[in-house]
């Protein structure tokens, strides 16, 4: 069992920013409100994730640490996954592979902590925590030396870390994020954004006015199309606030942030004619359509999907885009 889950975790956890992913969506999962996200060495020495969600009763947390256990699904239908996740691959891949430890209290029961350490899991022990879940990942990797060696610099670690928690933020307007770096001893702040208040448009709008700035926030066109059961909601920046990179393209799929060469494509079709090859269209998308319609479970990274009706989608977002700017005056 443990070297299954020494393997999968090469499948889950590609680097610490993965790590991050999987452990912020569990908070996400549990109804946080607040995750705050404490990461040094690029994530390789620290990453901690503590969360006011609903917590783990002390007698399921080994159950959270066992292979393909996970509370978010009834088992019927592998495609009508509305949660995010690889389904129970994340916690026991980085105790395959890291130092683990879960402290967790579930309202009404004592807190309790488990530790996994490359594998080998410890017995559960009373703790101290008035509420929701403190995750620490420390030595990521130390059970598979082989893989440190394809980590990039701190620097560049913290860089896709920052990115993923940007990701979810976006993803998540209504729940406040704080991102630090606790290298050598120090806590800087590398991200924060407040929970968001108000209907889903102005909520969304302030937390791009936090990620990608207020005068691309007050700028951004306001995107709500529907056709065949997908629903396109969102923003799309004017052509003026093209970047010369993909770093303001924040697509989702159900709620989960999306890096899908479709959409890419389909957004940038919606440009074509107002900008050259080289810049790319800024946008917060969000595609919400019955799970039957879309697969998120390609690969355990999850990245991509696959769309049962590609060409609809893709149509969807072209005209959807193109009619706000033409609206616009483009
Ligand atoms: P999955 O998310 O696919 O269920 P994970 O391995 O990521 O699998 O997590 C296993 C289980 O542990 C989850 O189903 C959930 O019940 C529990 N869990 C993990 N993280 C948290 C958290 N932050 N708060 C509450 N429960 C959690
Ligand atoms: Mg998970």
Not at 37 to 48: E, F, P, Y
Not at 138 to 166: N, S
Request: with cysteine; net charge negative.
């Amino acid at each position: 069992e443990a070297a299954i889950n020494r393997i999968a975790a090469g499948e889950v956890v590609e680097r610490p920013a993965s790590a991050v992913k999987e452990l912020v969506e569990n908070s996400i999962d549990a109804g946080a409100t607040r995750i705050e996200i404490v990461v040094a060495d690029g994530g390789k020495t620290l990453i901690r994730v503590t969360d006011d969600g609903w917590g783990i009763a002390a007698d399921e947390l080994p159950l959270a640490l066992s292979r393909h256990a996970t509370s978010k699904i009834d088992g019927s239908d592998l495609l009508d996954i509305h949660s995010f996740g690889f389904r129970g691959e994340a916690l026991p891949s980085l105790g395959a592979v890291g130092r683990l430890t879960i402290t967790s209290r579930r309202a009404g029961s004592d807190a309790a902590e488990i530790r996994v350490s490359g594998g080998k899991i410890e017995p559960v022990k009373p703790a101290a925590l008035s509420a929701g879940t403190v995750v620490e990942l420390r030595d990521l990797f130390f059970a598979t030396p082989a893989r440190l060696k394809f980590l990039r610099t701190d620097r560049a670690e913290m860089q896709a870390i920052t990115d993923v928690i940007k990701r979810l933020a976006m993803a998540e307007p209504y729940v406040s994020f704080a991102l630090f770096d606790a290298s050598n001893g120090n806590r800087r702040e590398i991200f924060s954004a407040n929970a968001e208040q108000g209907e889903m448009f102005d909520a969304l709008n302030g937390r791009l006015a936090t990620i990608l700035g207020r005068e691309f926030a007050d700028n951004a066109l306001p995107i709500d199309a529907e056709r065949d059961g997908f629903h396109l909601t969102g923003y799309a920046a004017l052509p003026t606030y093209s970047r010369g990179s993909a770093v303001a393209q924040f697509l989702f799929v159900n709620g989960r942030p999306v890096r899908d060469k479709l959409l890419i494509g389909a957004l940038r079709g919606a440009y074509m004619d107002f900008l050259s090859r080289d810049r790319h269209p800024a946008a917060a998308l969000f595609i919400d359509c019955d799970p039957n319609l879309v697969d998120v479970n390609v690969h355990p990274a999850k990245s991509e999907v696959r769309f049962r009706e590609p060409g609809i989608v893709r149509g969807l977002i072209v005209s959807g885009l193109r009619h706000a700017l033409a609206n616009a005056g483009h």
